[in-house]
């Protein structure tokens, strides 16, 4: 079984971070005062450093991706043949191969199956093994024995005998596993609970977006509902666990995760469950008024007897566990917390930078030229300061932005299939608990399903929903993941999920939606994304002040106090958003540092020759990868371009 953190998850990995919230223009005057003063798996011992020390390359990679390696040439046309015919066989192996990893990789749970296929029958699935994917020691010991199974399977294809695609999923794979080999061991310090993206915070949505096809589907649903307690119990067994193993978190975080627990004790007979349940009864055809009558009472009493229960079941248990964990600091307060730090590092960007040290110091460099581009460009500009508190978008409304940055990405990006979309907002009672805005993926078989939450709580109101929305849909996730699932052929290859480059692109087109839109001027765009990046980038970077370098909250305090005045409540807020979610703003923050450097390269190298949209055309038809696969196709990439 391969980790969840590499498998399409609808919406955990696709999420806007919430960052602290102060003002952009007492941040950019702090900047300026300041200044004028004055972003792979790397067990692979091949990685290498390129540029700023960020270039990797394997073995296999180090030669031109696009060509098939050398390999002993047959001397008669007899011989060429037994060859072609060998190679043809041993494709034909490799490609059921993964047909077959994609089909227990996907089926493993009834959750990820629904939402990822809309017909399992389409690929020979009949069902799932599990409602939802067990979270227990014994699950993990099966995954590690599966583990070693498909690396050895892996190992035994020959590359040279392999089509470039294959060469590409196979590297990929083996990238992916040398991470994972990081944590083995390190079991027990997973978190399956965290207060904004922990799995008791996104179920409920997903669950409510359960798309009924079929009448079967409801009584799938039913099924989840009636088997959530069970699921519930099952990680609080395994968060005991960790308080055996002194591997438990803080009092602190502890109140939490149950402070976001609470938001579901829905009220009876009155919640956003019972009301998405009736409209999506509503959508399917052929239901008698009977059935629907029948279907709505039986969902609302599994609700009181299941679904409320199931939170109540973690609220308790997890007070239970109250004063059992020790460590008020961040990962590395745990005895091998560091040493899971870094595996979290490299799971959640990919990145190619060979150590978590190196990745950190181009991090701060990336920062800094941020800050320094908003000096230089107040200072060229000081009326700027005024107008980054009153700009407004050409646009404002949220069907109005979609469809502006649909526009508005014509030229620089490859065109996309039509397809449709739903912007929804998120329940009151779950305001405070989700990220400010998210997109849950379409189904791997039928595109047209996608939707973006926007979170309209008052402690949102600072986002800028015009570059949100670029985020998560046009040229964001929506885009990305419309553009691939259409335009690749390989079901397991529009399975994987790379945090680093999903939230590294939506993070970087985020940045270019800031120059987008000719209602503002030039200047005030490329002002808003740099102190955007640097923003992202001080939190980024304190996620491993505070994780790997084990930082206390007064460091952060005065860490803060370089660039602004910090309130308490800030510093509280920070502190814990790193140890609660440990790697959270490395994906976004790396991911896009990793892409924006890449394209830099490329400016560099091609000058006038350069093609924004051939660049972006290159990173949407490799997919989602890590970077350390990434980057040797990139480098053939560019040599390709440079050709007449």
């Known amino acids: 079984m391969l980790h969840s953190n590499y498998l399409h998850n609808i919406v955990f990995a696709h999420a806007k971070p919430n960052r602290s919230k102060h003002r952009a223009a007492a941040l950019l005057l702090a900047f300026l005062l300041i200044l004028t003063q004055l972003v792979g798996c790397q067990s692979q011992e091949s990685a290498q450093s390129e540029n700023s020390g960020n270039k990797s390359s394997t073995t296999e990679s180090a030669q031109s991706p696009g060509a098939i390696p050398s390999a002993e040439s047959p001397q008669t046309a007899a011989g060429y043949e037994q060859y072609e015919e060998q190679q043809l066989v041993h494709q034909r192996e490799f490609d059921e191969e993964m047909d077959e990893l994609f089909r227990s990789e996907i089926s493993a749970s009834l959750i990820n199956l629904h939402f990822l296929l809309k017909d399992p029958s389409s690929r020979g699935i009949s069902g799932a093994e599990n409602l939802y994917e067990p979270i227990t020691l014994d699950a993990v010991d099966e995954s590690l024995t599966q583990r070693a199974e498909l690396s050895a399977r892996l190992e035994s294809f020959d590359p040279a005998q392999l089509r470039e695609n294959q060469r590409l999923t196979r590297l990929i794979l083996q990238s992916m596993l040398n991470t994972e080999t990081l944590a083995d061991g390190l079991e027990l310090y997973a978190q399956p609970l965290e207060p904004a993206i922990g799995i008791q915070s996104q179920l409920p949505i997903l669950l409510s977006e359960y798309i009924f096809y079929q009448k079967s589907d409801i009584d799938d649903y039913l099924s989840l509902i009636a088997g959530l307690d069970e699921y519930y ?283 987008m839109d000719p209602a503002l001027r030039p200047e005030l765009g490329r002002l808003l994304a740099a102190n955007a990046m640097a923003t992202l980038g001080i939190h980024a970077c304190l996620d491993i002040y505070v994780n790997y370098l084990g930082w206390t909250k007064e460091q952060v305090s005065d860490y803060l106090a370089h660039y602004f005045e910090p309130s308490d409540t800030l510093v509280d807020d920070m502190f814990y958003a790193m140890v609660d979610t440990p790697s959270n703003y490395l994906s976004y923050f790396v991911g896009c540092m990793e892409i924006q450097d890449m394209r830099r390269t490329a400016e560099k190298t091609l000058g006038d020759r350069f093609s924004a949209l051939e660049f972006h055309t290159f990173l949407l038809d490799m997919g989602s990868a890590p970077f350390d696969v990434i980057r040797p196709y990139f480098n053939t990439w560019l040599i390709s371009q440079q050709m007449p």
Request: aromatic share 12%; with cysteine; glycine share 4%.
């Open 233 to 515: 119990q099952q990680i609080l067994a395994f968060e005991q666990q960790k308080a055996e193993a002194g591997l438990m978190m803080s009092d602190t975080s502890i109140d939490h995760v149950i402070e976001s627990c609470e938001a579901y004790l829905l009220v009876p007979g009155d919640n956003f469950l019972i009301d998405t349940f009736a409209e999506r009864l509503e959508t399917l055809p052929g239901l008698t008024m009977e059935e629907t009558n029948a279907y709505i009472e039986q969902h609302a009493a599994l609700l009181e007897s299941d679904f409320v229960p199931a939170y109540q079941l973690l609220i308790d248990g997890m007070r239970a566990l109250k004063g059992s964990g020790c460590n008020e600091l961040g990962q590395s307060g745990f005895p091998r917390g560091k040493e899971y730090y870094r595996y979290l590092v490299y799971a959640a960007t990919g990145t190619s930078y060979s150590s978590v040290e190196k990745l950190l110091a181009d991090m701060e460099d990336t920062v800094a030229d941020c800050l320094r581009e908003t000096s230089a460009l107040l200072r060229a500009n000081p009326e700027l300061l005024q107008e980054i508190d009153n700009y407004r978008h050409s646009v404002t409304e949220p069907t109005d932005i979609m469809e502006a940055l649909k526009k508005f990405s014509q030229n620089e990006f490859p065109s996309l299939p039509a397809c449709n979309y739903a912007l929804k907002n998120v329940p009151a009672a779950l305001e405070h608990s989700l990220s400010p805005a998210f997109y849950l993926i379409s189904p791997l078989d039928d595109y047209q399903n996608n939707v973006i939450y926007i979170n309209q709580s008052s402690r949102y109101d600072s986002y800028d929903l015009f570059s949100t929305l670029a985020h998560e849909g046009y040229p964001g996730h929506l885009y990305q993941n419309v553009y691939f699932h259409t335009s690749c052929d390989s079901d397991l290859r529009r399975l994987l999920s790379f945090t680093g480059y999903a939230e590294g692109w939506a993070t970087y087109v985020e940045q270019l939606s800031y120059t």
